[in-house]
């Protein structure tokens, strides 16, 4: 094998790859990268025999081919390349990766060992913009338990119900919810998939290209930007969500975002790990006082709002509520309240469609 790739395109791919690298596995040859030249193309793929990922970009090949290479060397050997053109030759078991007046030797696997990429075929697909998709998995990932004794917990539920998509997760303390209509509409589509994977996407370059997800037996099939991601969905019922959800509340605040946000961070300075912070609401005065009390010592925050409904004290994690803040784009943040010891329920704006439910503590 012979090509020539350039080195921030060589990066890009062995980055997006390199998900799929394990050195825990009794096959060495998972600790490595496989490559392929045919053509024009060069295809990089990675596998711990549960996700897999393929990447398929334009090189200039000289010579078709395979080969293995070792994953976390070539990673730090391009890392460390300057951006110009990178030539990899490949000899049985043996590759020299060159660039400009850098040259490297290295020992390679053997490609005949490699498992091959899986070929499924998919029963549910939808296709939604990346940055949709995007945006909404960075505010609900955050919430994703791990707690691996209730693994369906450490997923993120994603649906589309009534050409709506919808994104789920909980790690049974708080609850965080996205949804966006999809334009066109879009068959109904429902799987839980590992938050920390579906991170990983949502991570991913942007290039206004749109991303597919894709069902297959007990397997997420997702396509993007020449990338294939295939990995195991996680099986289970997901817990009925919808039903945590109230319909109405006894006391509603709206404030701003930032001064709220501001106000918990520093009610908590007392306690590194996530102290309580108790919230007095006061229709009369139409302000959010915050309190902690620790062994450290006590603090006190007002913040304006505009409230109605009835006063109120209610306790929250700090942690917890500076985490559903910070998921959220909007200017200003509405705070639901049914009482003292019922979950409250934080919202953007209309159009940021982004809730996130917060059990209380007892104060």
Do not use: W
């Not at 990922?53 to 010579?63: D, F, G, H, K, M």
């Not at 070539?74 to 890392?79: E, G, L, P, T």
């Not at 919430?143 to 693994?151: A, I, N, P, T």
């Amino acid at each position: 094998m012979k090509l020539s790739i350039n080195q921030s395109e060589f990066l890009n791919a062995l980055v997006i790859v390199q998900k799929g690298i394990t050195s825990r596995s009794t096959l060495p040859v998972l600790s490595g990268v496989y490559v392929q030249a045919r053509g024009d193309e060069v295809t990089f793929q990675t596998t711990d025999l549960e996700l897999s990922i393929q990447y398929t970009t334009s090189a200039l090949v000289e010579e078709e081919g395979e080969t293995v290479l070792p994953g976390k060397l070539i990673v730090d050997i391009v890392k460390n390349l300057p951006d110009a053109a990178v030539h990899v030759e490949s000899s049985d078991d043996n590759a020299i990766v060159s660039c400009e007046s850098s040259s490297f030797s290295i020992r390679c696997l053997n490609p005949a060992d490699f498992p091959g990429f899986p070929k499924v075929a998919a029963e549910q697909q939808i296709t939604i913009p990346f940055e949709t998709f995007s945006s909404m998995a960075r505010k609900v990932c955050r919430v994703v338990s791990r707690d691996e004794s209730r693994m369906i917990l450490t997923g993120v539920y994603i649906a589309v119900e009534d050409s709506t998509l919808k994104m789920v997760a909980t790690d049974s303390y708080r609850l965080a919810m996205a949804d966006t209509p999809l334009e066109g509409g879009a068959p109904d589509f429902n799987a839980v998939i590992a938050g920390s994977f579906v991170s990983d996407l949502a991570g991913l370059p942007k290039t206004g290209e749109n991303i597919t997800l894709a069902i297959a037996e007990n397997q997420i099939i997702v396509s993007y930007a020449g990338t294939v991601f295939i990995n195991r969905r996680i099986e289970g019922k997901y817990p009925n969500y919808k039903q945590l959800i109230p319909s109405s509340y006894e006391t509603r605040c709206v404030t701003e975002r930032n001064a709220l946000s501001a106000a918990v961070k520093r009610a908590s300075l007392l306690e590194r790990s996530g102290s309580q912070v108790r919230l007095s609401i006061n229709v009369a005065s139409q302000t959010i006082q915050l309190t902690t009390s620790q062994e450290a010592g006590s603090t006190q925050e007002m913040v304006k709002a505009s409230i109605e409904g009835s006063d109120v004290e209610i306790g929250f994690n700090s942690h917890y509520m500076n985490e559903g803040l910070a998921a959220m784009e909007s200017s200003q943040v509405s705070l639901e309240i049914q009482g003292p010891l019922k979950p409250g329920i934080m919202r953007g704006s209309e159009e940021e469609r982004y809730l996130y439910l917060v059990m209380p503590v007892r104060i």
